[in-house]
């Protein structure tokens, strides 16, 4: 069983950054053992993905509208995962949610959190 909770969504500019959090609750089994990721919806849209951080290797990967702008950490320790989004755009407005997977990808999430607003001004 995995619960995941999302944090640190809010209202920023264009050009702001702002991070957002996840902390998971994990039972039987570990959360090194998820791959972990972000996904993110906006009304009347599919949800799309936004990048993972991959539970063998660490490595990261990015949907191409967010490559540079955006990174992803996770702490083990700690059972969390982070989005960072840098020079956010209007069009980022979204609801954003962390995923959790027990595969190496995050192509079909096992797990979702809640969601955590971001809306971005211009």
């Known amino acids: 069983q995995v619960r995941l909770v999302e944090s640190g969504g809010g209202l920023v500019q264009a050009g702001a950054s702002l991070r957002l959090s996840c902390a998971a609750s994990?039972?039987?089994?570990?959360?090194?053992?998820?791959?972990m990721g972000w996904f993110r919806q906006t009304p009347g849209k599919e949800r799309e993905f936004v990048g993972s951080?991959?539970?063998?290797?660490?490595?990261?990967y990015f949907a191409d509208f967010v490559k540079g702008r955006f990174t992803i950490s996770r702490d083990n320790a700690k059972n969390t995962v982070d989005l960072t989004m840098n020079s956010l755009k209007p069009d980022d407005t979204a609801v954003y949610y962390c995923v959790g997977s027990i595969w190496v990808g995050v192509q079909s999430p096992d797990y979702w959190g809640q969601g955590t607003q971001v809306t971005v001004s211009s």
């Open positions: 951080i991959h539970r063998d290797d660490g490595r990261t």
């Open positions: 994990v039972i039987g089994r570990t959360f090194s053992s998820l791959s």
